[in-house]
């Protein structure tokens, strides 16, 4: 199972934990599961459409999905799954 | 106008005078420092257009000479900083900030000779860090998963580990913070709207803009509205603003000098940023588009409830700070 990092704004949804491990073979079923460990969390993830939300940021192994195939971005056991705010705060 | 501005000799101050209509011509300035602040309000025509009878303005903080509202704060910090002999020879000056703040401090430290350290959060964008070592500013990263308040924790360690090293400001808590706004925006929004301004609204960074700005506005005018504006939801993309219910409080906020407070959605923001390139010409940040569409839903209420109004809010900065690495930047490092 690859291992999924939490920014402090979701750890809410993760019982504050800020690593958790989840399957899947690529970043839409990641995040499927992610969903069903923790109801809510992906809908702040990804909008109405299912598209990744504007400000947000996945990365597989410090690349960019965006960069990549997107939600079909294949996911191994061994690769760290990273969600980012696009931004920094205040 | 351009043909008398370039010719060899140019005209007598008068004559110059007349050609630039009626406009008055700035006052030529010994430092950068001096064209910090006092900047233009524009109307914002095509927006305000949804109510009758309310005006919207935005207050266009992108002209201060570092390109952003936090000039005025920056400004003020160092310089009542130096006043107060805080950063003494040999001191470096060490804040976090999440860009425009540290733009404005490595602008001010270069103008005045004072050295800048700042820790900022590593995802911040490239150009920022870019823009801040240009003026000759250390830059020190913390960790990008844990925001802007990892960055302030950090700051605050150095500061505590390596006192004679650096002197510490904390914008958050920093008097001289909203002080810049109560001295400096509020006069200015006073003076340009001849008092006729009802509602002030700004959104809550370090909550020094719309602290200062609306303490001072109360006192002129008791009766106008000054409205906060926070993200809906601590999970936002709207940089530079704080939703304050799960982030590190800071000191200088008063809820007591606020009306009310709006909660903004990150795409209302985005979207509006986008709608004031596009329709007023005006290219600002993701911050400046949640000012206006708090302002517009503000001039909404007032339209609704049959209310003339006139609506100041700040456009922040500008638009093109915001390229990367949303888009441009294809790889990351950290």
Not at chain 2, 93 to 121: E, F, H, K, Q
Request: charged share 20%.
């Amino acid at each position: 199972m690859a291992s999924i990092h939490i920014p402090p704004a979701l750890r809410k949804y993760t019982q504050g934990e800020e690593e958790v491990s989840v399957g899947g073979g690529n970043v839409a079923e990641v995040l499927r599961n992610l969903e069903s460990k923790y109801p809510g969390i992906q809908e702040r993830i990804l909008d109405d459409s299912g598209a990744v939300r504007r400000f947000v940021n996945i990365f597989v192994a410090d690349e960019d999905i965006r960069f990549l195939d997107n939600l079909s971005t294949a996911v191994k056991d061994s690769d760290e799954v990273s969600i980012v705010p696009a931004i920094a705060g205040g | 106008m351009n043909t008398v501005l370039q010719s060899p000799a140019p005209p007598a101050g008068a004559a110059l005078a007349l050609s630039l209509g009626k406009r008055s011509l700035r006052t030529p300035m010994g430092s950068v420092l001096d064209l910090v602040g006092n900047t233009p309000l524009v109307r914002l025509t095509r927006i305000e257009v949804e109510c009758p009878g309310v005006q919207l303005w935005g207050k266009a903080e992108f002209c201060n000479p570092g390109g952003s509202v936090k000039d005025r704060a920056a400004s003020r910090i160092i310089r009542d900083a130096l006043a107060r002999g805080d950063l003494r020879d040999g001191v470096r000056l060490l804040d976090s900030t999440s860009g425009n703040t540290g733009i404005a401090y490595s602008m001010v430290g270069a103008a005045l000779g004072v050295p800048i350290t700042l820790v900022m959060p590593e995802n911040v964008s490239i150009p920022r860090k870019q823009i801040t070592r240009t003026y000759g500013t250390e830059l020190v990263f913390s960790d990008p998963m844990e925001g802007s308040d990892g960055a302030i924790l950090l700051a605050r360690k150095l500061a505590t580990e390596y006192p004679d090293r650096y002197y510490y400001p904390n914008q958050y808590a920093n008097d001289s913070n909203w002080l810049a706004h109560y001295d400096g925006t509020a006069m200015e929004i006073w003076a340009q709207t001849h008092g006729t301004v009802t509602h002030f609204v700004t959104g809550v960074g370090t909550s020094g803009t719309v602290i200062g700005t609306s303490r001072r506005l109360h006192e002129l005018n008791p009766a106008i509205r000054c409205i906060a504006m926070q993200p809906d939801d601590a999970w936002h993309g709207l940089e530079g603003l704080k939703h304050i219910p799960s982030s590190l409080v800071p000191p200088i906020y008063d809820e007591q000098v606020l009306d009310e407070t709006i909660w903004m959605p990150t795409d209302e923001g985005w979207d509006m940023s986008e709608r004031l390139a596009r329709e007023e010409a005006l290219f600002v940040g993701h911050s400046s588009g949640a000012n206006v569409a708090a302002a517009l839903r503000i001039a909404k209420r007032c339209c609704a409830a049959g209310q003339e109004g006139v609506i100041v809010t700040v456009l922040c900065d500008r638009g093109e700070r915001y390229f990367g690495p949303l888009v441009w930047e294809k790889h990351y490092v950290w």
